[in-house]
């Protein structure tokens, strides 16, 4: 079973940068799907990036395209998500999520295709 630990999280005035990293215990190359989600306070899980299998094709949430950069280091067996021009509406815990269901692709911002989480790390932005 796979543990996922992320780091990376603070404390930034808006329009800075954040970079979020997720540990893997396990090798990641044979998940599916490596996602990052975000919860705010009295608000859903949702989803923010995703990458496929690899390192091949990724997806954002329309919220933080072109913003955020999602990458997977299959050495170090982890996932980032870089984060850039950030706004306070992104404060939120930040949590890394996958699965080995090799059909999740076709909802990969869904919370629900994913069955491994990590503890999160708390990203602040202020205004």
């Known amino acids: 079973q796979v543990q996922l630990v992320e780091s990376g999280g603070g404390s930034v005035q808006a329009g800075g940068s954040l970079r979020l990293s997720c540990a893997a215990s396990l090798s990641i190359y044979s998940s599916y799907c490596l996602g990052w989600f975000r919860q705010a306070p009295g608000k859903e899980r949702e989803g923010v990036a995703a990458?496929?299998?690899?390192?091949?094709?990724?997806d954002y949430a329309d919220s933080v395209k072109g913003r955020f950069t999602i990458s997977q280091d299959n050495a170090k067996n982890t996932v980032d998500l870089q984060m850039n021009n950030l706004k306070p509406e992104d404060t939120a815990m930040y949590y890394c999520?996958?699965?080995?269901?090799?059909?999740?692709?076709?909802?990969?911002?869904?919370?629900?295709?994913?069955?491994?989480w990590g503890q999160g790390t708390q990203v602040t932005v202020s205004s």
């Open positions: 999520a996958t699965t080995y269901h090799t059909s999740c692709w076709a909802n990969s911002l869904r919370r629900n295709e994913y069955n491994y």
């Open positions: 990458i496929y299998h690899g390192g091949g094709a990724t």
